[in-house]
């Protein structure tokens, strides 16, 4: 009932700049935590920024000054602006969304991910 889609992925060379998108779409009722992560080859899947209601945006220091999160709730989607991308910037990155969905009359809960989308950093 509710999916995450991610786009914008590409090659970039370094220095230069991507925007992912992550639209959510299903019977949404509302959406708590969003975020994104990534997943470099041969390495565990790391936070890259996570922004809810209660605690703001907190981005990991790696990005920090580099990478903007920025959020449309009218759309139920969220982007990621990536600048000065260096080539340890490389991996597959994903987007969560802690979302509250209806369901046969009731809302449900659901910890979703995208299926992530590939940002490669090469010269």
């Known amino acids: 009932q509710v999916q995450l889609v991610e786009s914008g992925g590409g090659l970039v060379q370094p220095g230069g700049s991507l925007r992912l998108s992550c639209a959510v779409s299903g019977s949404i009722f509302s959406i708590n935590h969003m975020g994104w992560y990534r997943q470099a080859p041969g390495k565990e899947r790391e936070l890259v920024v996570s922004?809810?209601?209660?605690?703001?945006?907190n981005y990991a220091d790696f990005v920090k000054g580099r990478f903007t999160f920025s959020r449309d709730n009218a759309k139920n989607t969220v982007y990621l602006q990536m600048n000065s991308l260096k080539p340890e910037d490389t991996a597959v990155y994903y987007c969560?969304?802690?979302?509250?969905?209806?369901?046969?009359?009731?809302?449900?809960?659901?910890?979703?991910w995208g299926k992530g989308i590939l940002v490669t950093v090469s010269s």
């Open positions: 969560n969304a802690e979302v509250y969905f209806r369901d046969s009359g009731k809302v449900d809960y659901l910890d979703a």
């Open positions: 922004d809810n209601r209660n605690s703001g945006t």
